[in-house]
């Protein structure tokens, strides 16, 4: 099996990350046209934007944006995960694993403190990913179940201490 290559997401990669993500999304477009809302956004970083590389192909990217949880009037910026996507035909190969340690790596090497998310519960606690209420950070925006809003320490000793309301920004519901 060719390893692939994980690199950071060029212009050029555009087209074929809209059509992976279309892929992995069951032909939904709602996560390709989520991540050309967030490039398009503040909240964009372009070295978070990461692809995996394979024959000259794109199977893989993960996206980390900038959000906020908000305590009170103040703000605290953090890193959200969203979307990740493999193949249909290259899953479960370690893309996936690939590609968040590749995010989580850069996103701590930026110095942010938290990355959090909303996905699979069974999933993202192999990277460390812990469910965020019992830290004290909320969610509001989105109504799901406890335990698939996720949150990972970037830096030791933030969980816990930065507490309040996780702000998805406004690409998330355009
Ligand atoms: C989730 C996803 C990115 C994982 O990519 P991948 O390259 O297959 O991941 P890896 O090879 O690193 O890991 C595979 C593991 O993930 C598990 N996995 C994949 N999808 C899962 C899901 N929806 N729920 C729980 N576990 C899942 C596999 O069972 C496998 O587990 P194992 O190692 O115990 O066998 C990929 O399955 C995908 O694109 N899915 C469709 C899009 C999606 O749901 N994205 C996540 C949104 S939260």
């Known amino acids: 099996m060719d390893t692939a290559i994980i690199r950071t997401e060029k212009l050029e990669d555009h087209d074929k990350v809209h059509a992976l993500l279309v892929d992995a999304f069951e032909q939904r477009e709602d996560e390709a046209r989520l991540v050309e ?28 944006s900038k959000a ?32 968040i340690k590749e995010g989580l790596e850069r996103s701590r090497a930026l110095g942010y403190d938290l990355v959090l998310l909303i996905g699979h519960p069974t999933y ?8 965020a209420r019992q830290f004290g950070i909320d969610l509001k925006q989105y109504e799901v179940p406890e335990e698939v809003f996720m949150v990972y320490e970037l830096a030791p000793g933030e969980l816990g201490k930065i507490k309040g309301e996780l702000i998805y920004p406004a690409p998330f519901f355009e």
Not at 38 to 64: K, M, T, Y
Not at 124 to 131: L, S, T, V
């Open 124 to 131: 993202y606690p192999r990277y460390g990913f812990k469910p």
């Open 68 to 99: 906020k949880i908000m305590n009170g009037a103040e703000a605290h910026e953090v890193l959200a995960l969203a979307p990740v996507a493999v193949h249909t035909d290259m899953q479960k190969q370690g893309i996936g694993a690939a590609l």
């Open 37 to 64: 809302r967030i490039r398009r956004s503040e909240g964009f970083i372009p070295s978070l934007s990461i692809v995996a590389e394979r024959d000259q192909d794109i199977v893989g990217h993960v996206l980390i």
